[in-house]
């Protein structure tokens, strides 16, 4: 379980998480160098990468949708190919 998760799971019910409260974007990072994307609803893509090498985004049915340098950049195609709104492709804790 990655340290995000482990952290949210941890808060006290009733606490606020700002990214949580939107509908679509949360951005979890599974394994070093490989974050999933979902929107509550729907499984919106994965990204691979680091900041040396680049990120590759792939969609939600793993067709490789590009290769960018910053991973918001990579967040923001994804979301923007399974239909979620680039501004809600923040993480959810930092």
Do not use: C
Request: charged fraction near 20%.
């Amino acid at each position: 379980m990655s340290a995000r998760i482990r952290k949210a799971a941890k808060a006290p019910a009733g606490t606020r998480i700002t990214a949580a409260s939107r509908a679509r974007g949360l951005w979890v990072e599974v394994e070093p160098g490989f974050h999933v994307g979902n929107d509550g609803q729907q499984y919106l893509g994965s990204i691979t990468g680091n900041i040396v090498e680049g990120f590759t985004a792939f969609g939600p049915t793993s067709e490789v949708i590009g290769r960018f340098e910053q991973l918001d950049e990579a967040k923001a195609a994804v979301a923007l190919v399974a239909g979620a709104p680039a501004a809600d492709t923040e993480p959810l804790l930092s």
